[in-house]
């Protein structure tokens, strides 16, 4: 069975992001002045065959441990979709 | 009004990308060999003030047009929500 993957992984709330910093001291500049606590952080998008998606999510888990994320920085949260038969 | 914003801003299909291809070449060694078409974008996330969402959305996509997003290699995907007045 076949299924999209989205994981995003952030950087902890504690943990400084300048990428997100840069943002947000540029916006005002371009008329922007509503905007705060700007943070960027990954969107990884797979494909995944698994049995099923109790499985799917056991396998992006560890993927997130072993490979994408580094857990002492880095918060992760995964979405993942059954993609339907006609794809 | 305060709410929450998330831009995901991802390569176009057409255009190459280095750090997916990278992950890609990287799973099977650690044992993952049903993960395919990995891709890697950018997930930005934001507080704004705005009067009401409809504002809100078109504020982010003019952010998107002017600063986060290069829209001739990626496109941007917006979702805009509303903060609970608890918070």
Request: aromatic letters at 6%.
């Given at each position: 069975?076949?299924?999209k993957v989205l994981v995003e992984v952030?950087?902890?709330?504690?943990?400084?992001?300048?990428?997100?910093a840069?943002?947000?001291r540029a916006l005002p500049a371009l008329g922007?002045?509503?905007?705060?606590?700007?943070r960027v952080g990954?969107?990884?998008r797979f494909s995944l065959d698994a049995a099923n998606s109790e499985e799917a999510r056991q396998i992006v888990q560890l993927v997130c441990?072993?490979?994408?994320?580094n857990p002492v920085i880095e918060d992760t949260s995964i979405v993942v979709e059954p993609v339907q038969?006609?794809?």
């Open positions: 069975m076949k299924f952030d950087l902890k709330a504690a943990i400084a992001d300048p990428a997100g840069t943002i947000e922007f002045e509503n905007i705060s606590q700007v990954k969107a990884i441990d072993r490979l994408l994320a038969a006609s794809d």
